[in-house]
């Protein structure tokens, strides 16, 4: 394919997205801006990056930093904020923060810690969102990473008080297994739950990330203020992603 029909595909996907969460909103009784839209863009190329942005994205996540270390730095002159939202090792920090506006998948103190540490040292603001794991029960941890319910308060304790760090608020990935698992809508709405907490003692800490590409009305039913969108708008990944 060459890059103008590249190009057009996007942009047609993109309007299709666009139109789902208008849809989305509107039987929500909510207004269309209380809901960002952040585009996945793991595993595919910078060149795609690049043609997104001048199709007016301005949100862009990846989940792996092998990959998407090399494509943010090919792309350091567009006006994207970049998300981390997948699993994360301390010994990826270094790399993450370097390119990273927020990271969404805080989990655990250790990473709350080495991710401080590193902001203070380059003098860079991170935004920290707690991924919370909901087919974790009260304590424990996610199969696919996140903090159980019951870590959230404390967690989010540190991140308010690690320098280099400000907490922005939740994010879930629906769940394959456990009570939620096949009800996103309910996932969800948990989610909101958790926020409002969250909120009494944090009151600017007011993202909740939730929704991707199959379950996106679910989550702007539930009030989510950022939807996580990758294959919808980029096409279905070849292999894992
Ligand atoms: C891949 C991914 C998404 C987007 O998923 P799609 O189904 O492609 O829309 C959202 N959130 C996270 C954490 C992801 O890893």
Redesign the pocket.
């Known amino acids: 394919m060459d890059m103008t029909d590249r190009k057009d595909q996007l942009a047609a996907n993109l309007a299709k997205v666009e139109a789902r969460i208008a849809a989305a909103c509107a039987a929500a009784g909510r207004r269309r801006d209380e809901v960002t839209l952040?585009v996945?863009t793991?595993t595919y190329p910078a060149g795609d990056v690049r043609m997104l942005s001048e199709l007016d994205v301005r949100h862009v996540?990846e989940?792996r930093d092998q990959d998407a270390a090399p494509k943010a730095a090919e792309c350091t002159d567009l006006p994207l904020t970049w998300h981390f939202?997948?699993q994360l090792q301390t010994n990826k920090v270094r790399s993450v923060v370097g390119y990273a506006d927020l990271v969404?998948?805080v989990d655990r103190s250790k990473l709350v810690t080495a991710l401080s540490k590193e902001a203070v040292r380059v003098g860079r603001e991170v935004g920290c969102l707690l991924q919370v794991a909901l087919d974790a029960g009260e304590s424990g941890r996610g199969e696919r990473g996140g903090v159980a319910p019951g870590g959230i308060a404390e967690l989010a304790d540190l991140v308010a008080d690690a320098p280099g760090l400000r907490l922005d608020g939740l994010?879930t990935?629906a769940p394959l297994t456990g009570e939620y698992a096949g009800r996103q809508q309910a996932a969800f709405e948990r989610l909101m739950d958790l926020s409002t907490d969250l909120r009494r003692a944090h009151p600017a800490a007011n993202m909740v990330s939730a929704g991707?590409?199959?379950d996106?009305e679910q989550a702007v039913a539930a009030g989510a203020t950022h939807v996580?969108?990758?294959?919808?708008?980029?096409g279905?990944?070849a292999g894992l992603?």
């Open positions: 952040i996945v793991k996540a989940n939202v997948g969404q998948s994010m990935v991707m590409s199959a996106l996580r969108v990758g294959s919808a708008v980029l279905v990944r992603g």
